[in-house]
Nanobody, 114 residues
Framework: VQLQASGGGLVQPGGSLRLSCAAS????????VGWYRRAPGKQRELVAVITYAGSTNYPDSVKGRFTISRDNAKNTMFLQMNSLKPEDTAVYYC?????????WGQGTQVTVSS
């Protein structure tokens, strides 16, 4: 299984970024997928999850600003991030999980700064 994350970068406060995570060796449409982040000096934090049935969940810190989705035809998951804040600065990781498995992408850096 490989998860290739991309789309991170430097953005000004209030800006937007779209992260992608292309998967191989696992079919995203039939599993739960999520995005996590780890900011410097902080623990890893779940920022979005979508079940195989399509239900989504977000913590209050990103609710209304972040949207998780997946393109089943491309076997790729996305995280649309709007109204970015400096506190969103972190390394973002995609994750695929289920009974007996838990796979991680390599992480992509998001920096929100003026």
């Amino acid at each position: 299984v490989q998860l290739q994350a991309s789309g991170g970068g430097l953005v000004q406060p209030g800006g937007s970024l779209r992260l992608s995570c292309a998967a191989s060796g696992v079919i995203l449409s039939i599993t739960a997928v999520g995005w996590y982040r780890r900011a410097p000096g902080k623990q890893r934090e779940l920022v979005a999850v979508i079940t195989y049935a399509g239900s989504t969940n977000y913590p209050d810190s990103v609710k209304g600003r972040f949207t998780i989705s997946r393109d089943n035809a491309k076997n790729t998951m996305f995280l649309q991030m709007n109204s970015l804040k400096p506190e969103d600065t972190a390394v973002y990781y995609c994750n695929v999980f289920g009974d007996g498995y838990n796979y991680w992408g390599q992480g992509t850096q998001v920096t929100v700064s003026s």
